[in-house]
C-alpha cells in the first residue's frame, strides 16, 4: 500500500519473472520472520492468533510447509504447488520434505499432474514421506494442472482445478476448526 493509502493493481504475467526472482532471493529465516510477524501483528489487533490458518502459493505454498513445522501458532495449513525437494541453497537450507518429521498441524497440498517445475516424482516422494509426519496430511494433485493453476491471470489457470482445490482448502480449514 502506498503512503496515501492506495492498494497497487495485481500483479501481471509481465510481472512474474521479476517476482519470482526475488522469491527464489528470500532466505527462508526472512520468511518465518515474516510470517510470525504477521500473527504477531494480528494479535496487537484483537484477531488473536494462537492458532491461525495458513496458505499459500507458489514459493508462499513452498514456506508454508517449514512454516507450520516452526510455529505452533498455525492450526492448519494449505500448502499451493510449493517446491517440495531440490538442491538446497544457503538462504534455503531444507525444503518441506526434509521437515515433515516437524509438521505441528494439518497440511494439505494441492499440486498440478503436469506442473514442469514440480515432477509428480516429487510430489509422490513428499506423499510417501508424509506417511511419517505426527499430523494428518494430504495431498491432491489435479491430473491436467500445471504450476499456477489457481492464478486466474496466468495461461495456467484451470477454473475446475482451482474451484475444486479452494473447496478443498475451506473444506481442510473447517474441519480443523479454523476459518480462512
Known amino acids: 500500500m502506498s503512503p496515501d493509502g492506495v492498494l497497487p493493481p495485481p500483479p501481471t504475467a509481465a510481472d512474474f519473472p521479476a517476482l519470482r526472482a526475488m522469491a527464489a532471493q528470500a532466505s527462508d529465516a526472512q520468511g518465518m520472520a515474516d510470517l510470525d ?3 504477531d501483528g494480528a ?7 494462537d492458532r491461525a490458518p495458513l496458505t499459500g502459493f507458489g514459493w508462499a505454498g513452498r514456506i ?14 494449505v500448502a ?18 526434509d521437515r515433515v518429521g516437524d509438521l505441528k498441524a494439518p497440511v494439505l497440498g494441492p499440486y498440478g499432474e503436469v506442473d514442469q517445475s514440480i515432477p509428480l516424482d516429487s ?20 491430473s491436467t494442472a500445471q504450476n499456477g493453476f489457481h492464478s486466474d491471470n496466468r495461461t495456467s489457470y484451470q477454473r475446475a482445478a482451482a474451484e475444486h482445490g479452494w473447496a ?4 481442510w480449514f473447517s474441519t480443523y476448526g479454523v476459518r480462512p
Open 43 to 49: 494479535g496487537e489487533h484483537g484477531g488473536g492468533c
Open 64 to 77: 508454508a510447509w517449514p512454516h507450520t513445522a516452526h510455529s505452533p501458532r498455525i492450526k492448519a495449513a
Open 123 to 142: 510430489v509422490e516422494r513428499m506423499r510417501h514421506a508424509l506417511e511419517r509426519a505426527a499430523v494428518s496430511t494430504d495431498i491432491v494433485v489435479y
Open 80 to 97: 499451493w504447488y510449493g517446491r517440495l525437494e531440490g538442491e538446497a541453497p544457503a538462504h534455503q537450507p531444507r525444503f518441506p520434505i
Open 168 to 171: 478443498a482448502m475451506t473444506g
Open 37 to 39: 510477524a504477521c500473527l
